[in-house]
């Protein structure tokens, strides 16, 4: 499968972003979806994750209540929605795609998206 995600741009602290991640090649519905992201001069780290049929949703802590994450299987999509978003948001964000089924537990993925760059500014 191949993953692009997009929808990354500047926002106001606060504001909010929708990033999408698209999926090509084999059906959305055959992998778990995560999201990670990585600021500039830190390593990658976990967002959320998000099971085949979307019943089920992990979040780090430093996201919980303010990030979503969907999917929409039908158009093979992915999403992250992002509200009240604060400076130390900034950072590269990825989609990733597990095909094992074990992302869940295991925080590990198959296949990776290019990454979409938010920048939030105070």
Do not use: H
Request: glycine fraction near 12%; charged fraction near 20%; charge should be positive.
């Amino acid at each position: 499968v191949q993953l692009q995600a997009s929808g990354g741009g500047s926002v106001q602290a606060g504001g909010s972003r929708r990033l999408s991640c698209a999926a090509s090649g084999r059906p959305l519905s055959s992998y778990i979806m995560g999201w990670f992201r990585q600021a500039p001069g830190k390593e990658r780290e976990f967002v959320a994750v998000i099971s085949w049929s979307g019943g089920t949703t992990n979040y780090a802590d430093a996201v919980k209540g303010r990030f979503t994450v969907s999917r929409d299987n039908a158009k093979n999509m992915a999403y992250l929605q992002m509200k009240s978003l604060k400076p130390e948001d900034t950072a590269v964000y990825y989609c990733a795609a597990d095909r094992s089924g074990t992302a869940m537990s295991t925080n590990t993925y198959d296949f990776w998206g290019q990454g979409t760059r938010v920048t939030v500014s105070s």
